[in-house]
């Protein structure tokens, strides 16, 4: 015990110095940035604990107008068989064709989901319940129109639901292909919402795969915001195809510069093959500085069925650059 104490000890105060003098850095045309999260984490019921980093990215942002480029490195401790811990995420370049006209090509993420798919920009440790119907990384090519109060877009990709992982497609469009699009509008005072449709295409046993997405978030003063998300599924394989329906509520306040505590609510609904699930999340924030932060998380699963419920709780140092 005296051993892990001290390893935290040490893995503390690095990070703490280099979060009091790192900042992005910019080489001519070229600019870095990037995050680490470590954390420890425990659930009851698998008997299972965790402490470890969870995950860290770098990212190289070229800008070279009316093109931009962007590259990212990603470290995951455990990776998706079949990949190594350190994965190509990003790769794409835009070219800004004017008129509020932008065209992407290359590897990139879904608009999809209203939580974040990094956890460096969620107020919470874990995810709630859409991760499993929302799409990841794609490869492909978009199109995203932008107005003052209003962007669009279009994009045909290799997979928009049926990828081998979340971090890449599934690298081929022959057998089957994606589509995705979404509306975004921000012209009610602080206030946005999205709403985006992914589609896969058959491909063998798989069935035809559709999501629907709809979220809101409203900033009610400048300490506090609300967010809403409701999203549908239906496709898939097996004893998968049919519907499921996940949602979210999230209420985060902050109550300091350095205090801030985020309550969300979500859950499945018509999940197959496995019980519905409700999940009860309290996470709160101590912000050091702007690049480091301390966030714990006390989350209680509620399933429906013969499953116990189980309760999941982490705290997580988080530093950007």
Do not use: C
């Not at 969620?122 to 990384?137: D, K």
């Not at 005072?189 to 985006?196: A, P, Q, R």
């Not at 809403?228 to 999230?250: D, F, K, Q, R």
Request: charged share 15%; proline share 3%; glycine share 12%.
């Amino acid at each position: 015990m005296t051993t892990l104490k001290t390893k935290l000890a040490v893995a503390a105060a690095s990070v703490l110095a280099l979060a009091v003098t790192a900042h992005a850095q910019t080489f001519g045309n070229i600019t870095t940035s990037g995050f680490v999260l470590g954390s420890y984490q425990k659930t009851s019921g698998t008997g299972t604990d965790h402490l470890d980093i969870d995950s860290a990215m770098l990212k190289f942002t070229g800008d070279y107008k009316p093109v931009q480029g962007v590259i990212s490195l990603y470290y995951v401790p455990t990776p998706p068989v079949g990949t190594n811990n350190l994965l190509l995420l990003d790769a794409y370049a835009t070219y800004d064709a004017g008129g509020g006209w932008s065209v992407t090509g290359g590897r990139f993420l879904s608009w999809m989901g209203f939580e974040s798919f990094f956890t460096v920009n969620n107020p919470e440790i874990s995810f709630g319940y859409l991760n499993g119907i929302i799409a990841g990384y794609e490869d492909g090519a978009r199109v995203v129109y932008t107005d003052k109060d209003w962007n669009a877009g279009v994009a045909v990709v290799d997979s928009a639901l049926n990828s081998p992982t979340a971090f890449k497609g599934d690298g081929e469009l022959k057998k089957s292909y994606g589509l995705e699009t979404y509306f975004s509008y921000g012209g009610i005072k602080d206030n946005s919402l999205f709403l985006g449709i992914s589609y896969d295409s058959k491909n063998g046993a798989v069935k035809e795969q559709e999501t629907y997405d709809l979220w809101d978030q409203y900033q009610i003063d400048k300490n506090t915001y609300v967010a809403g998300e409701v999203a549908y599924h239906e496709g898939g394989t097996g004893t998968a195809v049919g519907n499921a329906t996940s949602y979210l509520a999230l209420l985060d306040y902050t109550f300091s510069d350095q205090v801030s505590a985020a309550f969300r609510i979500g859950g499945d609904l018509n999940k197959k093959p496995t019980p519905d699930d409700t999940k009860y999340t309290f996470a709160p924030t101590y912000t050091i500085n702007s690049h480091f932060s301390v966030r714990g998380e006390i989350s209680y699963i509620v399933t429906a069925g013969p499953t116990a419920n189980t309760t999941f709780w982490g705290v997580q140092g988080v530093f950007k650059f």
